[in-house]
C-alpha cells in the first residue's frame, strides 16, 4: 500500500487560511447570536450557530490531519459555544 504524499506549502497554507476564515465566521456568527442581531443578512439562532461551530471543526480537523497526520486536539461544538 502507497503511502500518502506529504501536501505542500501551498495546499496547507490553502487550508490554514480556510481554516482561519471559518473560525472568524463562527466568532461573528456567536457574536450576532449573543446580542441577538443578525449576521449575513440572517437572524442567528442556536441551530446556525452549531453549523458555523461544525463547519470551523471540520476546517481545523482537515488542517490538523494535512499538518500533523492526524487530529491532536478534537474540538466540539458545545466547548466552542460555551468560550
Known amino acids: 500500500m502507497a503511502k500518502k ?13 480556510s481554516m482561519e476564515n471559518t473560525e472568524l465566521d ?3 456568527a456567536k457574536l450576532a447570536y ?3 442581531t443578525e449576521y449575513k443578512g ?4 442556536y441551530e446556525k450557530l452549531s453549523d458555523y461551530a461544525d463547519a470551523f471543526i471540520n ?9 500533523f497526520g492526524r487530529v491532536q486536539i478534537k474540538l466540539s461544538a458545545p466547548r466552542l459555544m460555551r468560550e
Open 5 to 17: 504524499s506529504a501536501p505542500t506549502a501551498e495546499e496547507l497554507q490553502l487550508l490554514r487560511t
Open 42 to 45: 440572517e437572524h442567528i439562532d
Open 59 to 67: 476546517a481545523n480537523h482537515a488542517y490538523q490531519r494535512a499538518r
Open 34 to 36: 449573543y446580542n441577538h
Open 26 to 28: 463562527f466568532a461573528n
